[in-house]
């Protein structure tokens, strides 16, 4: 990987995820050292089961990790209180409950909530953080209609817009394309990367859609059984990386353009 001189936003080092119960440590991977630069956008993929929500709940501080260290702008997560993680990572989770009574812009306003004093009251600098959240995301004919009125794909640029309210160096989505047409898909990935762009933020999502990862991503994590790879996708595309992916039997990866293509003969 070339040297990158862009500030460290996230970095974790010899992490390893899973869960813990009664019966013992259920290790899900290990090894993830990922550095995420400043207005990077990264992709996770990897098969269904392989651990991608998992890794983004941990990196997110919602579940703890089995060992290793995670670190937002050099601080340890670990050390952090809830408060000062919803100024440092901000949270969109596909099918997660909110109420849909609420208006676009009362729902976006939520993302305000880790500067609001306890009254809950809006200062002028939230409501600027709002308006400018909506302008970003070009959802300003939106605003002021109800949460249940809107489309999945109008739902999910409402929840960038909170995620961009809450002004954190770090944005988390667990799959903000699933239920979307593929020019949906294709629009919010587009939104995502103009977003690390324009906000230096550093935007990192969970994602089915390969093919597109690999056309607008800065980088990706590759779950794959065996280890976890963080790099471009020009490079994994190099190392034969997406090879394995998948079983073989009934698609393959085209290293020519980059992306996996159906086998129609046998
Ligand atoms: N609460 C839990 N306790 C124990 N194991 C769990 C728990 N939640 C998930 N798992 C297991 O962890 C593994 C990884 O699950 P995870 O949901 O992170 O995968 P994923 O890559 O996001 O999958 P998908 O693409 O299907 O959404 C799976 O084997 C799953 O069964």
């Not at 990158?4 to 050292?33: C, V």
């Not at 009251?121 to 809107?150: G, M, V, W």
Request: with cysteine; aromatic share 4%.
């Amino acid at each position: 990987m070339k040297p990158n001189f862009q500030n460290i936003n996230l970095k974790t080092s010899n992490l390893e995820i899973g869960y813990q119960d009664k019966r013992g440590i259920k290790s899900i991977a290990k090894n993830i050292n990922i550095e995420a630069h400043t207005s990077e956008l990264i992709a996770v993929i990897g098969v269904n089961g392989i651990g991608k929500s998992t890794l983004l709940r941990s990196i997110s501080g919602i579940q703890q990790p089995i060992s290793g260290t995670i670190e937002i702008e050099g601080q340890n997560l670990r050390e952090m209180n809830d408060l000062q993680r919803a100024s440092q990572i901000s949270l969109v989770l596909t099918n997660q409950p909110i109420s849909k009574n609420l208006s676009v812009f009362e729902l976006i306003a939520l993302g305000r909530q880790p500067y609001t004093n306890w009254l809950g009251k809006l200062s002028k600098i939230d409501i600027e953080k709002i308006e400018n959240a909506i302008a970003l995301t070009s959802i300003q004919p939106l605003k002021d209609r109800k949460c249940y009125e809107l489309s999945d794909g109008q739902l999910q640029r409402v929840l960038i817009a909170r995620a961009i309210a809450q002004d954190t160096p770090i944005i988390i989505l667990d799959e903000p394309t699933t239920h979307l047409d593929m020019y949906h898909k294709a629009y919010v990935v587009k939104l995502l990367q103009k977003l690390a762009k324009q906000t230096g933020k550093t935007i990192i999502f969970a994602s089915h859609e390969v093919n597109l990862a690999i056309q607008i991503c800065d980088k990706i994590i590759l779950m794959h059984p065996e280890e976890t790879q963080i790099n471009t996708p020009n490079h994994l595309i190099s190392t034969g990386a997406f090879q394995d992916l998948f079983p073989k039997d009934l698609i393959h990866f085209d290293e020519i353009s980059g992306a996996f293509r159906i086998k129609n003969k046998e």
